[in-house]
């Protein structure tokens, strides 16, 4: 059967972040339910589900900001009962079918430290590549985790100096400046030492968040 894109409504995002989010991310990597909500109602984000009839496979979560062009992927993943089964794959290809008029795709994968978790970052790495990402050659930093890039352009008019633009204003426009100096670096500064990355819990306070209940 074959995979189709959907827009998810609001309980649909609520109930993936408390299943199948919390499960594939760690804390300092997931954003709480609240700030994907008040991004949603800004019109600066769109998840959509991967679904097969009626059966939700996989998700991709988008991050739309100021350079329309140009789209993040905030979170991708396969549903744990259908990971390992080449649907990764398709999801990106549907999204670049889906978004066949913009010049880019961002995506943002974490980079190797040489931990115990090398492995698995360096197969996301691979994964991209694969799916024909483009890796770009500025990193970022973000929240004490380092990130490295890549794009895809679907229209093939994506450039890297265009979607450094895009990446840095997308981020701009959602967080005043006094986070932007302390906890986001794109593009990042390699001479700068890396902060322990942590929870975004009770690290940042913006206005509307916090009226959901939610401390970021």
Not at 82 to 97: A, H, K, M, P
Not at 111 to 137: I, K, N
Not at 166 to 179: C, T
Request: aromatic share 10%; net charge negative.
């Amino acid at each position: 059967m074959s995979l189709e894109l959907r827009q998810l409504t609001l309980e649909q995002l609520r109930t993936l972040h408390a299943t199948e989010l919390h499960e594939a991310f760690p804390p300092e990597e997931l954003k709480p339910i609240g700030a994907m909500e008040e991004l949603l109602r800004r019109g600066a984000y769109h998840p959509v589900g991967a679904w097969e009839g009626e059966d939700l496979v996989g998700y991709a979560l988008l991050w739309t900001g100021p350079a329309s062009g140009y789209v993040l992927v905030d979170y991708l993943g396969v549903t744990a009962l259908r990971r390992s089964q080449g649907l990764g794959s398709q999801i990106l290809r549907l999204l670049g079918e889906t978004f066949q008029d913009r010049d880019g795709i961002l995506v943002e994968s974490e980079a190797p430290q040489g931990g115990e978790q090398d492995a698995l970052q360096r197969r996301r790495l691979a994964f991209y590549a694969r799916c024909g990402f483009v890796p770009l050659s500025y990193d970022c930093l973000l929240f004490g985790v380092h990130y490295r890039t890549f794009l895809l352009s679907p229209n093939g008019k994506g450039t890297e100096a265009a979607a450094l633009a895009a990446h840095q204003a997308l981020y701009a426009a959602q967080f005043p400046p006094e986070v932007l100096a302390r906890y986001i670096q794109i593009p990042r500064d390699p001479a700068a030492p890396l902060a322990a990355p942590g929870s975004w819990a009770g690290k940042i306070h913006l206005p509307g968040w916090e009226e959901k209940g939610v401390s970021v």
